[in-house]
């Protein structure tokens, strides 16, 4: 428990509808990414974590590509996972639960094997990675139509 709240990974439908909750709340109707956009079939596989007070109230939630679906996110370097997904209700912002759940995703790739971590980091977001240890690298893009920059942390 860190708090009033617990990070673990997701397990079973109800935790990833906890999940998917989260990502709508924020992505969706806060931000306004199209629904469309949001969901992929790389929810599928993904290692889904889950931040959930004590009562089950999921308050953020965060997702790990590896493998063959990291490295068709990030390059051809399999020992790259992507980190995606990273999502905190308007509620538990500024607790801890977003670094919480990036340490999470963090040790879920190095059970795996994994050697690195890269992300797709809204640029509002940039200050927030960099403080965790990612280094922004290339230039700025657009994803679902707000800018974002690539970033990196060696585990």
Do not use: N, W
């Not at 199209?34 to 993904?46: I, K, M, V």
């Amino acid at each position: 428990m860190s708090g009033a709240y617990a990070v673990r990974e997701a397990v079973g439908e109800d935790d990833l509808e906890k999940c998917f909750a989260v990502r709508r709340a924020v992505f969706v109707e806060e931000q306004g990414v199209p629904r469309e956009l949001e969901y992929d079939t790389y929810d599928s596989t993904a290692v889904h974590v889950l931040a959930v007070r004590a009562d089950g109230v999921p308050l953020g939630t965060g997702r790990l590509l590896h493998g063959e679906d990291a490295t068709g996110k990030t390059g051809a370097d399999a020992s790259v996972g992507s980190l995606g997904r990273l999502a905190v209700t308007g509620d538990a912002r500024g607790l801890g639960v977003g670094a919480a759940l990036v340490r999470a995703i963090e040790d879920a790739a190095r059970e795996r094997g994994l050697a690195a971590v890269d992300l797709h980091a809204q640029t509002h977001a940039l200050g927030f990675y960099e403080r965790l240890g990612y280094a922004a690298y290339g230039g700025e893009f657009p994803d679902a139509g707000m800018p974002h920059r690539a970033m990196r942390r060696a585990l």
